[in-house]
């Protein structure tokens, strides 16, 4: 059993910070790549940042310079920093860990329960 539980989130003004949390527990082997997806009005679910187990980070274009992924492998936690938020950051986020049952086994991909974001102008 897996549990993938994300904190933070809320409503900040355009130009305003924000920090999410998500955290893996349960019975797992290991945590593999992490990351956070939104989704916003449309029917679309966007990559916004993933991170791999080594800390390899990307980012979408739209994101980049403005927010941050990382993670604590001690705690099975991903974090996104979002600085310099604006209207068009309002969406659903909803973090990804995709986790390892054993050793070179397949990895299964968890989500988060989703947090909003919104952001006035």
């Known amino acids: 059993q897996v549990q993938v539980v994300e904190s933070g989130g809320g409503s900040v003004q355009a130009g305003g910070s924000l920090r999410l949390s998500c955290a893996a527990s349960g019975n797992f082997f290991s945590v593999k790549n992490m990351g956070w997806h939104r989704q916003g009005p449309g029917p679309q679910r966007e990559l916004v940042a993933a991170?791999?187990?080594?800390?390899?980070?990307n980012y979408a274009d739209s994101v980049k310079g403005r927010f941050t992924i990382s993670r604590d492998n001690a705690k099975n936690t991903v974090y996104l920093q979002m600085n310099s938020l604006n209207p068009e950051d309002t969406a659903v986020y909803y973090c990804n860990v995709d986790i390892s049952r054993g050793f070179e086994s397949p990895t299964f991909r968890y989500w988060g329960q989703g947090t909003q974001v919104t952001v006035s102008s």
């Open positions: 991170i791999t187990e080594a800390g390899i980070s």
